[in-house]
């Protein structure tokens, strides 16, 4: 039985994550916004909960240890975003995007890795967008990416220690993301023919932290016209340009 810390676990991915690893056997603490929600899953799945704002994460891994003791698995899944074009973005949306999405993961992983022993895993959920930026998502492609390149470089600090890092970098998810990130609609309808099953994702990160892989990319074909981004951007900007105008 391992003991798992899951940040954003109200709803979406989070929420099907508590699930995958409570059918494991495992043990779940839950942490989010949404006290009501929090509550509800954890009637269903066993766990105990905390509500907060991971935004202010300075001394959450420290009360995380008060309440629940020490864990084994920390996943750092707490994400947001609104898509628009960078001149119509505030401060405060831009801010709050790469607080939450690259800042805090950051500085909960560091406090993770500092009190974390040999056999633990951190889970950092990060995007294909940081892989293939599109227009209307460049600070939320920016936070992504920033949280990506820093758990690589984390995973390579770590190892040593045999302390694991793990990416996971989905397309779209069917979850209440897009209520905030796309409040159009648009977009969400646009790709709901290849929008992700959360509790498929979330069984298949359950599996890859076990494996203790690298990282997990879905869908498989999304993440091959990554790799083909990386070596030749200009001809796949060229050859996808209707996929980047969706937004």
Not at 105 to 119: F, T
Not at 217 to 242: D, H, Q, S
Request: aromatic share 6%; proline share 4%; glycine share 8%.
């Amino acid at each position: 039985m391992k003991r798992v810390v899951i940040t954003g676990a109200s709803s979406g991915l989070g929420a099907a994550l508590a699930h995958s690893f409570y059918e494991q056997g495992n043990k779940i603490l839950l942490i989010g916004r949404n006290e009501e929600r929090l509550k509800k899953m954890a009637e269903t799945c066993g766990g105990n909960w905390m509500c907060t704002d991971v935004a202010n994460s300075d001394t959450l891994v420290d009360n995380v240890l008060k309440q629940f003791g020490t864990f084994d698995i920390w996943i750092n899944n707490a994400g947001m975003a609104e898509f628009d074009l960078v001149t119509d973005q505030s401060t405060d949306v831009m801010e709050e995007t790469m607080r939450i999405n690259a800042v805090a993961p950051m500085l909960l992983s560091r406090d993770c890795a500092r009190i974390m022993k040999q056999g633990d895993v951190i889970v950092n959920i990060c995007s294909q967008a940081a892989k293939v930026p599109t227009p209307k998502s460049a600070v939320y492609a920016g936070s992504k990416a920033a949280l990506l390149q820093f758990s690589n470089a984390l995973r390579l600090e770590l190892k040593p220690r045999g302390i694991h890092v793990m990416t996971v970098n989905p397309g779209p998810i069917a979850t209440p993301f897009f209520d905030r990130a796309d409040k159009s609609g648009t977009y969400a309808e646009s790709v709901q023919g290849i929008m992700l099953d959360p509790k498929r994702l979330a069984d298949a990160i359950v599996k890859g932290s076990r494996k203790r892989k690298r990282d997990i990319n879905a869908p498989w074909w999304m993440n091959i016209g990554a790799n083909v981004y990386a070596i030749c951007p200009t001809m796949f900007e060229m050859l996808a340009k209707r996929g980047f105008e969706k937004k």
